[in-house]
């Protein structure tokens, strides 16, 4: 099993930034896969970003130049930087683990006024 604890959503005014964190533990493999989905109120959920544990990264068109995907393999984190956010980004952001087994974080609100 792992658990997934995410933090850093909130309210932030169109342009403004945000930094997600999700912290992993328990049966953490050494080569697995850590990302970011969102899902909007209506929208299926979809892939923001993803990074590999060696580092290898994979953005969504809609987010790349303005998001940044980074993890710490000894604290078994993963961060998301989000910078010139606008209205459609709000939507709730979950966290991902994927190795044997895919497990997903609670999800956290990201709400972008314009």
């Known amino acids: 099993q792992v658990q997934l604890v995410e933090s850093g959503g909130g309210l932030v005014q169109a342009g403004g930034s945000l930094r997600l964190s999700c912290a992993a533990s328990?049966?953490?493999?050494?080569?697995?896969?850590m990302g970011w989905f969102r899902q909007a109120p209506g929208k299926q959920r979809e892939l923001v970003a993803v990074i590999s544990s060696s580092g290898v990264t994979n953005y969504a068109d809609s987010v790349k130049g303005r998001f940044s995907i980074s993890r710490d393999n000894a604290k078994n984190t993963v961060y998301l930087q989000m910078n010139s956010l606008n209205p459609e980004d709000t939507a709730v952001y979950y966290c991902?683990?994927?190795?044997?087994?895919?497990?997903w974080g609670q999800g956290t609100q990201v709400t972008v006024s314009s």
């Open positions: 991902n683990y994927r190795s044997t087994t895919v497990y």
């Open positions: 328990g049966s953490i493999f050494r080569i697995n896969y």
